[in-house]
Structure formats: C-alpha cells, structure tokens
T-cell receptor, first 113, second 114 residues
Framework: KAGVTQTPRYLIKTRGQQVTLSCSPI?????VSWYQQTPGQGLQFLFE???????NKGNFPGRFSGRQFSNSRSEMNVSTLELGDSALYLC????????????FGPGTRLTVL | TQLLEQSPQFLSIQEGENLTVYCNSS?????LQWYRQEPGEGPVLLVT?????EVKKLKRLTFQFGDARKDSSLHITAAQPGDTGLYLC??????????????FGKGTKLSVKP
C-alpha cells in the first residue's frame, strides 16, 4: 500500500509570492492534517480536513489556507510569503476516527528568499 | 497553552550505551505518543501510551507514561547507530482534538556513533 505522498519535495520562492503544496493520503484515509516544522518552533499544527471540511485549525495567520477534495487529496496554500515561512511542511493522513494512527508524508521543504 | 518540553535537546552517545529522553508538561494529557523522524522523512509513530503509569516495550525501547499523565520517558538499551534520529513526543490538546491535531515537543536529536 502506497504511503502519503507530497509534491513537490523541494521549493524555492521569493518573498511576496504564493505557493501551493499538495498531499495525497494513503488510499482509504479520509482525514488529512498539515504541520509546519522549523528548527526553532518544532512541529506546529496548521489544520486538519475530513471529508472536505476543516475539522480543526491551528494558530496560524489567514495567509495559510487549505482545502480537501472529494478524493481526499489535499492542498495547502500560503500567500504573500515571508522569510519566516521557510520550513518543512508535513502532511499526515488518518483513516477517519479521532483515535486512528496518523501517517506522515516525507514533507515539502519550502525555502523563501 | 499546553506545551510539551523535551530534554535533552541533543544527545550524542557511543554504540552500546543506554539513554533516557524525557517529555514533560504542566498539563494533563489523555495520551502521549512517541515518534522517530529520520532526515528527509516524516515522523513515524513508535508507540502510544494512554494509562497513567503505563510501561510499553518495543524491542530495546521502553516507554513510560507518568502516573499523573503529565510526563513520559523513552529509555533505549544498548543503543545502535540505527537508533539515530529525532525523537518527538506528542499529545492531543485538551478539550478533544484528534490524532490529526497534535501538540508536539521540539524533539531530542539522538546520534549514536559506531
């Protein structure tokens, strides 16, 4: 069974641009979560989607947004990029229930210049 | 704000040594999880502890959940180079939250030299 896949794996952008990251969950998984990982702050929760609806949201500015499609694939978008948005963005999927195990993808490394 | 603090931040040891890493909070967690993350990869779940005082073993790794469910520890016996990685503890926030919405500690970066 294929794992969680994220594209692209690496991305370089400049300040002020916007970026869209993609995540394909494990087949049959309906929940997708996004996290930002930085050396200073560690892993921080961005948002969680389940059946195309945002189920939970972390404490990030409105520049960070996401969506989930009917096939459970998810995208996250960051507008007006700032230098501090440079990070590893991780996507994780779970089957459905709140107690299901979460499986992480390899992440997208975003560098903002 | 619920926080998970991990210590030490960095640990460099020789193969064969034992080690313990800690995960502490001033808040009660309904459960805590431990993950290992290797460079270029996402975190992989090692274990979930749910009951206060619970001890779980995974080969040479022993996980303990504190009686008050505010802290946890991970002990590795006879560490091997393959144990090298970033060890993260995580738990669901108070008031619900799911496994898809976790609070993470900043991690302990372990390096085991042959």
């Amino acid at each position: 069974k294929a794992g969680v896949t994220q594209t692209p794996r690496y991305l370089i952008k400049t300040r002020g641009q916007q970026v869209t990251l993609s995540c394909s969950p494990i087949s049959g998984h309906r929940s997708v979560s996004w996290y930002q990982q930085t050396p200073g702050q560690g892993l921080q929760f961005l948002f969680e989607y389940f059946s195309e609806t945002q189920r939970n949201k972390g404490n990030f500015p409105g520049r960070f947004s996401g969506r989930q499609f009917s096939n459970s694939r998810s995208e996250m978008n960051v507008s007006t990029l700032e230098l501090g948005d440079s990070a590893l963005y991780l996507c994780a999927s779970t089957r459905a229930a709140s107690t299901d195990t979460q499986y992480f993808g390899p992440g997208t490394r975003l560098t903002v210049l | 704000t619920q926080l998970l603090e991990q210590s030490p931040q960095f640990l460099s040891i020789q193969e064969g040594e034992n080690l313990t890493v800690y995960c502490n909070s001033s808040s009660v967690f309904s459960s805590l999880q431990w993950y290992r993350q290797e460079p270029g990869e996402g975190p992989v779940l090692l274990v979930t502890v749910v009951t206060g005082g619970e001890v779980k073993k995974l080969k040479r790794l022993t996980f303990q959940f504190g009686d008050a469910r505010k802290d946890s520890s991970l002990h590795i016996t006879a560490a091997q180079p393959g144990d090298t990685g970033l060890y993260l503890c995580a738990g669901p926030p108070k008031g619900g939250g799911s496994q898809g919405n976790l609070i993470f500690g900043k991690g302990t970066k372990l390096s085991v030299k042959p």
